[in-house]
């Protein structure tokens, strides 16, 4: 956000403050302060203005400037009504030298999940794609993904959902005692790198948030169906970055907070892999966020570093 406006929402959102005063305090003309406030109420900023000067009524907007105002994380959010894919956009955005930067989208019409699957993104949902340039090898890398499944189930949760973890890459819902599940929100981490470093990651993070289940496939759910009300989604993706930019500053805890929200461990499941399915019990994952199964077959623990996961009734 544009550093001159941050302040005019500082100084306003206590009170009234004069178009005099904010100019004497920001060294600006008083046309400028005009035209800054005439752009945060595009932005969908409520401000009054009165006698006593303008005053901030309301930031519930779902805006790039607004998703900044108040996040207590390091991100700049670029947000557009309707993009083909945010994580496209992110990648263009990476190219170009970017870096935590969030870009956020009201709807995909385009919308990837892995392989190449479309993922239904409407309007009402949160559909955001994160930069970033961490300092790690390429293979800490998938340590991202676990840290945005970690993050969005935490917010999930806050917003009254009793969200849980399915390796690798979903946030889901648990509807009994044997591992089924709806799925609330997907995760799609794309890199560009060397052997020995990441130049950039892109985490691309799919949430059905105010829609309605019965308008996605199958086995989907949402936010407004799981806590019965619509959420802030301003306030969603706050706490979601919030927690994002936390859990990734700590990559030694990342494993640990991921098992503590998981479903998928002690599941019985079959993973899909190149070399064949592979069928046993979901027992733990690694340092690097690979599944570790017992096998059915052989009785034998063997580590999955990727595939798909289905989790099965037991025997």
């Known amino acids: 956000m544009n550093e001159t406006r941050r302040a005019i929402l500082d100084a306003i959102v206590d009170g009234p403050v004069s178009g005099p005063e904010l100019a004497d305090s920001l060294s600006v003309s008083r046309a400028a302060v005009w035209k800054h406030v005439d752009a945060l109420r595009e932005a969908g900023f409520e401000i009054e203005s009165g006698p006593s000067g303008y005053e901030l009524v309301s930031a519930d907007a779902y805006s790039g400037p607004a998703v900044e105002f108040g996040l207590e994380a390091p991100f700049t959010v670029e947000y557009h009504d309707a993009v083909g894919s945010t994580n ?20 995909q019409t385009g919308g990837r999940g892995r392989l190449e699957r479309e993922w239904s993104s409407p309007a009402g949902g949160v559909w955001l794609s994160i930069v970033t340039r961490p300092a790690i090898t390429p293979a800490r890398a998938p340590l991202y993904t676990l840290a945005a499944a970690v993050a969005t189930t935490r917010a999930a949760r806050e917003a009254g959902v009793d969200a849980r973890i399915k390796w690798p890459n979903d946030v889901v819902v648990p509807v009994d005692e044997d591992g089924a599940y709806r799925k609330l929100a997907g995760i799609l981490t794309e890199m560009e790198g060397e052997t020995d470093r990441v130049e950039w990651l892109t985490v691309g993070i799919g949430v059905n948030a105010n829609l309605d289940a019965d308008g996605l496939p199958d086995g989907a759910t949402t936010i407004r169906d799981e806590a019965g009300e619509d959420v802030d989604r301003r306030v969603f993706v706050q706490r979601l970055l919030e927690e994002f930019d936390a859990v990734r500053a700590d990559l030694d805890g990342v494993v640990p907070a991921w098992r503590e929200l998981a479903l998928t461990l002690g599941q019985r499941v079959r993973v899909d892999r190149s070399s064949g399915a592979l069928v046993g019990e979901a027992v733990d994952i690694s340092d690097s966020g690979a599944l570790v199964v017992e096998s059915e077959e052989s009785g034998k623990r063997e580590t999955v570093a990727a595939g798909d996961c289905e989790h099965l009734r037991p025997v």
């Not at 263009?92 to 030298?97: L, W």
């Not at 970017?98 to 956020?104: G, I, Q, R, T």
């Open 88 to 107: 496209a956009v992110a990648r263009d955005r990476a190219t170009d030298g970017a870096a935590d930067v969030v870009v956020l989208a009201d709807e």
